[in-house]
């Protein structure tokens, strides 16, 4: 359902702070806990050092979601309308790929939610707990209001950055030697960790779902540009701290003691128990709930957003009107990638993770960034945008710097999992 705002107050930006929110939407979305795992163990492993990458990837999500924005605004159309204007290869790409990536996430998804509910009741089952939670989403989303699921998510950044930032302010008595890694450094095998950080930690397919909120939100057109930039910047200064946080905890805590925690969503069980340890089961049970909170915004995100996309995507294959009630939200290509989302993933729970799916969802999901930042990159210098929004000279320098970083994270990332390393 969108919002029944439809003209920007006069009076700027902060005369229309009430209208901000998508990016709050789409920041939450992309840090997930695998997200907060890799940022724990960078900082496990090397410290503050690479505090510098936290930050340069925060700029980085800034401009690429910016470019995002300001194509959907420009030219009233979605993101994989722009996709389309490209060939049909984008289509080709992205079935496969909304199939794969939404079987294995809502699994993966839900599970982070069931860790997380599980440690904060000793005894319950994660399994009931992820299936718990994705039933949760599903009615949440199917629902359909964008308005109530802005302010949940709202909520839950809230929480997130209260309760871990609150936590990385236990830390702050190494503040001067926390400050000497905003001095870029390459520690000896830190430079993977380096593109993780400023190229992975909250990049996925929700970045390109930025448009389809503030579309929800009832922002149409170039006079809500200066609204989407302060929206989308905020919010990722917001997460860029929650992240930045993260590290600074796992320096303080994993590497003095010299812990090393588990990848995946289980690292973060890790440090709850470190911090039980170090300040005691209050701390640790704050903590679960930043956790919680994080888990939860990222499968909700994902449930509204992608599921928009999805639409979009089988309305342009199908030669639909953009405004077709079938590709919107509450209509049956959209509740229909809900359900795909929700039930067929429960298997997993019970069954683990078939190699063959999870080895095509790494290589579809290292392929995306670099698609993301690409298109965007001949999008916002072609005809399709007017002449007064397309990029400038120093726009095309940073996009194509980070495009860049993007292919070379993705080539990593595949050499990983074609490597088993």
């Given at each position: 359902m969108t919002s029944p705002i439809s003209e920007?107050?006069?009076g700027g930006v902060l005369a229309n702070w009430r209208s901000f929110g998508p990016g709050i939407v789409a920041a939450a979305t992309g840090v997930g806990a695998a997200d907060l795992v890799a940022t724990l163990i960078a900082g496990q492993k090397f410290g503050y050092a690479l505090l510098w990458a936290c930050v340069l990837g925060t700029a980085m999500k800034i401009i690429l979601v910016e470019g995002?924005?300001?194509y959907s605004l420009a030219t009233g159309h979605t993101m994989f309308h722009g996709w389309r204007s490209l060939g049909r290869w984008t289509a080709i790409y992205f079935?496969?790929?909304l199939v794969i990536w939404g079987f294995v996430y809502g699994a993966a998804g839900t599970a982070g939610v069931g860790l997380a509910m599980s440690a904060l009741f000793p005894g319950t089952s994660v399994t009931f707990w992820a299936i718990t939670s994705g039933i949760l989403t599903f009615i949440l989303a199917w629902a359909g209001r964008y308005g109530f699921i802005e302010k949940l998510m709202s909520l839950m950044v809230a929480v997130m950055f209260f309760t871990v930032v609150g936590i990385a302010t236990l830390s702050l008595r190494h503040l001067p030697e926390i400050l000497t890694g905003l001095l870029p450094t390459l520690p000896s095998g830190s430079f993977v960790y380096v593109m993780s950080l400023a190229g992975g930690v909250g990049?996925?397919?929700t970045l390109a779902a930025y448009g389809y909120w503030f579309r929800e939100k009832g922002w149409h057109g170039p006079k809500w540009m200066n609204i989407m930039r302060m929206d989308n910047t905020m919010a990722y200064v917001l997460t860029g701290l929650f992240v930045i946080s993260m590290l600074i905890i796992g320096g303080d805590l994993l590497q003095t003691a010299n812990i090393a925690v588990q990848k995946g969503d289980r690292g973060l069980l890790d440090l709850a128990a470190v911090l039980k340890d170090r300040y005691?089961?209050?701390i640790s049970t704050v903590y679960l709930i930043?956790?919680?909170?994080?888990a939860f915004s990222s499968i909700l995100g994902v449930w509204n957003g992608v599921s928009l996309m999805f639409a979009d995507f089988v309305g342009h294959v199908r030669h639909l009107p953009e405004d077709h009630p079938s590709t919107t939200v509450g209509g049956k290509y959209f509740r229909g990638y809900l359900v795909w989302l929700t039930f067929p993933p429960m298997i997993m729970h019970f069954l683990g993770k078939p190699t063959a799916l999870v080895l095509a969802y790494g290589v579809m999901g290292a392929l995306f960034m670099p698609f993301l930042a690409l298109t965007l990159l001949f999008l916002l210098n072609s005809h399709?945008?007017?002449a007064n929004w397309r990029n400038g000279w120093l726009s095309n320098l940073l996009l194509g710097i980070i495009a860049v970083m993007f292919v070379a994270l993705g080539i990593n990332e595949l050499y990983g999992i074609v490597t088993g390393s």
């Open positions: 920007p107050k006069s995002v924005g300001r079935a496969p790929y990049g996925t397919v005691g089961s209050t930043g956790f919680l909170a994080a399709h945008v007017p």
